[in-house]
């Protein structure tokens, strides 16, 4: 009996083009041309080698039609994995996706806490800063007197906080505030904290520090402002301590200001109880030094230092 060629009435699976190899009607095979891997299935009645698929993006039809297309760019090595860590992203060129290395992100930080100047250094691959700068908090003045009298907390630093695209910066000067020590007597005042400041994108003054005139008048200092950011903050005022014309009324003592991070220094009333000293007034972190009572010696609170923290962005 005769044999009927009834013809393939499947698709063939021929893997990756071979130039060697005569392909037949509905041999399909995979092929990349211009960067691109797609598949082919071969559309010719008559077996034929040689004939490349695709040349230049243009399909040759006489044996070939295209199945289904890839894009350049897009694993066109056999698919491979990137690298651990990293993510599927559109290309350079916005054509294909391609893996990279995660473009966004909270990298590392830098902090700057010691009062005077330093240089924030970019890492590599850091393209933006989330900046904080507070400046330094104002000291605590202690009125000399007697304990019917208070005396003046000092106010804390301003705080800006500013986001910079830093693609094109190395180096950023950074100047961190410096504290306002406190102070004592029957007439005067404590010291003022200094700026602090992250080049010229952004900075925050330092708290005004409490003060005294003429035994009764006593003022709070005033607390710092942020200038330039994107968000710019006021430190907390100082106060100013109790008042009363009657006898040992033992006045309350007040704190400092606090700052954008808190730190308000401590209060001590009619001299410093046993387990305490003078530091419990102190500020941190541009908070404004509190008020000591003491009818003797005793010195107001320091102000805390300033302080620039930059977080570091991919």
């Not at 990293?86 to 990279?100: D, I, P, T």
């Not at 402002?225 to 903050?233: R, V, Y």
Request: hydrophobic share 30%; glycine share 24%.
């Amino acid at each position: 009996m005769a044999t009927i060629d009834l013809g393939k009435v499947a698709l063939v699976w021929k893997g990756t083009y071979a130039a060697g190899t005569t392909y037949e009607s509905k041999d399909v095979v995979q092929f990349t041309d211009s960067g691109e891997v797609s598949s082919y299935i071969y559309v010719n009645a008559s077996g034929a080698s040689g004939q490349t698929p695709s040349t230049g993006g243009t399909v040759n039809t006489t044996y070939w039609n295209k199945m289904a297309g890839g894009a350049a760019g897009i694993w066109a090595s056999g698919l491979a994995l990137g690298s651990a860590g990293q993510v599927v992203k559109v290309n350079s060129g916005a054509s294909a996706l391609e893996f990279g290395d995660d473009s966004g992100g909270l990298a590392s930080i830098q902090t700057f806490t010691t009062a005077g100047s330093h240089t924030w250094t970019k890492p590599a691959g850091i393209k933006k800063v989330k900046v904080t700068v507070t400046g330094g908090g104002g000291g605590g003045y202690a009125l000399q007197n007697d304990n019917d009298q208070g005396g003046a907390s000092g106010g804390a630093g301003g705080t800006a906080i500013k986001i910079i695209d830093v693609s094109a910066v190395s180096t950023v000067s950074v100047t961190v505030g410096s504290s306002g020590g406190g102070a004592e007597g029957t007439n005067g005042k404590g010291n003022d904290g200094t700026t602090s400041s992250f080049g010229s994108y952004c900075s925050a003054t330092g708290g005004k520090a409490g003060a005294n005139n003429n035994n009764d008048l006593r003022t709070g200092g005033q607390g710092g402002l942020g200038a330039s950011g994107d968000i710019n903050l006021n430190g907390s005022s100082g106060m100013s301590g109790n008042f009363s014309p009657a006898d040992n009324p033992n006045p309350t003592g007040v704190m400092g200001g606090a700052s954008y991070w808190g730190g308000a220094g401590g209060s001590i009333g009619n001299g410093v109880p046993s387990g305490a000293t003078g530091a419990n007034t102190n500020g941190y972190h541009g908070g404004g030094g509190g008020q000591l009572l003491k009818s003797s010696s005793g010195t107001g609170g320091d102000g805390g230092t300033g302080i620039v923290l930059v977080e570091e962005f991919k």
